[in-house]
Structures are given as structure tokens and as C-alpha cells.
């Protein structure tokens, strides 16, 4: 057993805010000092809070390996992924978007990223069988739309189920992306799937998103529901036609539907890519532009890739990145805003200890916001924010808060049988030098994360899927189980 003592420690789930304490751990659990310690070590002066947990990245299988390059930092192979979260003092990440079809390759890469405990969210919106099991209007397509989305979940060991760009936004005679929303919350319900659902809306990066969503949260009418990467949904047009921050609007409708939770998604300056399965973003934004890829993925939609870069001097970039704090800054709860940058989308994870900077401390934020575009913050309500988050909402942010919403019960916590790690930070009044270099980040073996197994009934969705997949059926069986025997 190995005990820390004097430890500052934040511990939401258990109430605990700064209090000086002793933690001991063993095999990778905390556990209670029985004075049998085989190692003490002194941490005078050390916060501890539990392993961070990202809520939404994207870390393995496609469309990842088309950017992957091992001179790239932002996107070398999966070996040094692990070591550069748990540096940071993170011990998990979600996956949020891997295809089914594509879920052994997924899970493979996942297994060489060292130490970092991972879960999939395996996605739907534009797969052919799913628009057409949604848009059935039958007792048959009643029962046949949770039995697909149970296989989806057990063929991919996933642990839960993401919505991307349903309809393409559009709505028909046939289909509508309201539809599939609220059909879509209540199977993830039904399923009793831990995580909510986990919805990429429609018209990301467009300035009519913002109406769209609070519309959505609206439609919700109270039930369970996650919004991934809100940044990108946080745009309007003021009276001169110019692109301008919506987030005042999004944070009102998060703060008055507690129901409600999301990401942040906040962009960051420097390399990123736009990797996503919203193929009608991509077509409009990536087209034309150097290292585009698109791309159909058998029965499962598609996606593409586009390597970019922010800058601060970009009025558009400035914008973005201002939204995503201004999220922030505005979210009453913490718990229901989880910091994220999408990665690599809004860029690279590595930028969490400068974005938990610019929140903790207001003469920083002033002094970055010098840097950025003058006319995008002009017309931003940042630089007249006070707010300064306290380690304890920290805490809440980047770990009791996502660990709640994906039902990791021991973890994002530091009560006795927690197994989601421990990060330790020397206090320092730098916060990004303090959170860029844990003193300790302990972690017990690595985990997937799936959901628990959900019962289907195998013929039926032999036959629902018949003709659909080049893939047989019966090779598409339990993922699940040769996924648990990898570790
Ligand atoms: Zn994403």
C-alpha cells in the first residue's frame, strides 16, 4: 500500500473542498489506511483530486489513420497518446465516434495506447438501415429499432450510442432530424444505457445552430441529453451581417434544463483537424482545401478528415475560441459542462492545462484576450466576465461531472474503492505550469469501457441486416468478448 499524506484534496462526489487528508492506494484502488503502508511519501503542499476523464476525443480507428503521421504531434500513432493523457493526469478518455464495422481496428489501436482506460460511443445518423428503422411508422419497426442499436452496441463493445447530423438536418415527408432526435432519447432510455445520448447536431459551424439547438433542448422536454462539443453550435449574425458569439443564448438554455449536459469543444490556437462523420459539413467546409479526404463507410455512413490550423489573428478562429470560454464562463454547473477541445477538432488536448488557466484566474484571461483578432472581441462579452472557476469546480468539470454523466460509479472520485486513478499537482500560481506537470498521476490496470452486454435476439437482426453488411453476421459477433481478452 502506498499512502500520500497531507494532501489537499477536491473530491466533489464526497463533499470534500480543499480539506488536508491522507489517500492510500493499492492495486490501483483507493483504500483505507490500515497502517500498513509500504511507502509514505510526504505531499505537503500537492492538490489531489481524482484521474481526469475526457468525455469526448477522438483517439482510434478511421477516419484517423488518413491524418496519422509520425512526425505529426498533434496526430502520431497511438503509442504516445497514453503517456501524454496521463501526464496531464488524465486516466480516461472517451472515443466518441467509432463506426461498428470498424470497431475491432478501433479497439486494436486502443490497446496500444499505454495506461489510458478508453470507451466507445458507436455512432448512427446517416446509415441507411437506421434512417429507414426510424422513419417506419409499424409495431414491427417499434421493436426493430432498439434491437438494431443493441447489436450496433454489442458488436462494437461500445458504451454508448452517438447521433451524428441525423438527416443531414433536413426534414421531408419521409424523415426529420426532430424525429430522430427524440426517437433516438428515448431508445438510449429504454436501452437503459448509462450515458445519454450523445448528440452531434445538425448545422455545426452555421450561424442558424444556435436556434436550432436551444429548439432541441426545448424538445427534450426534461429527458436525458448530452450535446458534444457546444462550441461549434455558438454563433449568430449581428445587425452588420458579422458571425458573433450565441453562447449567452446556449448557456441560459443549459442553465434553466438541468436535464441537459454537454461538452465544451473549445478551439484552441495552433495545428487541428477536422475529423468528423457529418459528411455534409465536410463537403461544405473541406472541399475544395488541401489534405481533404471523404469518404462511404459500407452500411455505416461515412466521414473525412481535413488537417487546419487557429489562429488568433483570424477573425472567424477568435470568435471560436472566445465562444468556447465565454461556455464556459457562463454554465452555472460545472458538472454540466465538461471541458473537451473535440480533439483534434478545436485541437490538441494538450492545451487543457492553458484553458483551465484562462478560467481559474481573470488578470491572465485579460492578458491572452490582447492576443486575439481586435474585431472579434470587440463584439465579445468575455473580457467582461469576473467569474474565476475554484479548484472544486475544476474538479467537477474534469472529473466528478463526466464521470456521472458515462455512469462510471468508481470513478472521477477519492472515496475508498474508487478505481479511476489519483492525479497529484504541486500548488503553484501558475495554473497551466501546474496542471501541465502532475507530481503524480496513479492509475490500476487499463480498462475498456463498455457498456454492459445488452440481450437482442440474434435472428431477427440476421434478417433486418441481411444484404446489408459485406461483413458475415456471425464474424460480427462478440467484439465484446475478444475485446475484454485483449487486457
Ligand atoms: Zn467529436
Known amino acids: ?24 492506494m493499492e492495486d490501483g484502488l483507493i483504500v483505507s489506511d ?3 503502508a509500504d511507502e509514505i511519501r510526504d505531499m505537503s503542499g500537492h492538490i489531489a483530486m481524482a484521474g481526469a476523464i475526457d468525455i469526448h476525443t477522438h483517439i482510434a480507428g478511421e477516419p484517423l489513420p488518413f491524418l496519422r503521421d509520425a512526425d505529426n504531434p498533434l496526430l502520431a500513432p497511438s503509442q504516445i497518446l497514453g503517456e501524454q493523457y496521463l501526464g ?30 478508453i470507451g466507445n460511443l458507436v455512432w448512427v445518423g446517416e446509415n441507411p438501415l437506421f434512417t429507414k428503422l426510424i422513419n417506419e411508422e409499424s409495431k414491427e419497426s417499434n421493436k426493430s429499432l432498439p434491437e438494431y442499436l443493441s447489436w450496433l452496441l454489442s458488436i462494437s463493445g461500445a458504451l454508448g450510442l452517438k447521433l451524428i447530423n441525423p438527416c443531414g438536418g433536413q426534414s421531408s415527408a419521409e424523415s426529420s432530424y426532430h424525429k430522430t432526435i427524440d426517437k433516438m432519447i ?64 446556449l448557456a441560459d438554455a443549459i442553465n434553466s434544463n438541468p436535464n441537459i449536459t454537454c461538452d465544451v469543444g473549445a478551439v484552441t490556437f495552433g495545428e487541428a ?10 463537403e461544405k467546409f473541406g ?30 478562429n477568435a470568435t471560436q475560441f472566445l465562444t468556447g470560454l465565454e461556455l464556459m464562463l457562463l454554465v452555472k454547473d460545472p458538472s454540466r459542462i465538461c471541458l473537451t477541445t473535440d480533439f483534434p477538432n478545436g485541437g490538441s488536448f494538450l492545451a487543457y492545462p492553458y484553458l483551465i488557466h484562462l478560467l481559474m484566474d481573470k488578470s491572465f484571461r485579460d492578458e491572452e ?56 499537482y504541486k500548488e503553484m500560481g501558475n495554473k ?30 440476421k434478417k433486418l441486416t441481411e444484404g446489408v453488411y459485406s461483413v458475415a453476421f456471425e464474424d460480427l459477433e462478440d467484439v465484446h468478448s475478444w475485446a475484454q481478452s485483449l487486457h
Open 1 to 24: 500500500m502506498l499512502k500520500l499524506k497531507n494532501l489537499k484534496v477536491y473530491d466533489p462526489v464526497n463533499g470534500v473542498n480543499g480539506e488536508i487528508k491522507d489517500i492510500c
Open 34 to 36: 490500515n497502517d500498513k
Open 88 to 117: 496531464l493526469g488524465y486516466t480516461v478518455a472517451v472515443n466518441a465516434a467509432m463506426c461498428a464495422l470498424n470497431a475491432r481496428e478501433a479497439i486494436l489501436e486502443e490497446n496500444a495506447i499505454k495506461d489510458l482506460d
Open 186 to 249: 428515448d431508445a438510449t432510455m429504454d436501452l437503459r444505457l448509462a450515458h445519454p445520448l450523445h448528440l452531434h447536431h445538425p448545422f455545426l459551424g452555421s450561424n442558424i445552430a444556435s436556434d436550432a439547438v436551444c429548439e432541441t433542448i426545448k424538445a427534450a422536454a426534461g429527458r436525458p441529453l448530452h450535446l458534444a462539443h457546444l462550441q461549434f453550435y455558438g454563433y449568430t449574425k449581428n445587425s452588420n451581417d458579422e458571425t458573433i458569439s450565441a453562447a449567452e443564448k
Open 273 to 282: 483537424a477536422a475529423v468528423t462523420a457529418d459528411l455534409e459539413f465536410g
Open 287 to 316: 472541399k475544395s482545401k488541401k489534405g481533404f479526404v471523404s469518404t462511404l463507410w459500407e452500411a455505416d455512413g461515412g466521414f473525412c478528415v481535413l488537417p487546419m490550423k487557429y489562429s488568433a489573428k483570424n477573425r472567424m
Open 369 to 424: 484576450l490582447k492576443k486575439l483578432n481586435s474585431k472579434a472581441l470587440a463584439t465579445s462579452a468575455v473580457p467582461s466576465i469576473k467569474r474565476e472557476y475554484s479548484y472544486y469546480e475544476i474538479a467537477q468539470m474534469t472529473r466528478s461531472g463526466p464521470a456521472k454523466l458515462l455512469g462510471f460509479s468508481g470513478k472521477g472520485h477519492l472515496g475508498i474503492g474508487a478505481n479511476g486513478g489519483l492525479s497529484c
Open 432 to 461: 497551466e505550469d501546474m496542471f501541465r506537470n502532475p507530481a503524480a498521476c496513479l492509475k490500476g490496470k487499463k480498462e475498456l469501457l463498455s457498456a454492459p452486454k445488452i440481450e437482442y435476439n440474434i435472428d431477427f437482426v
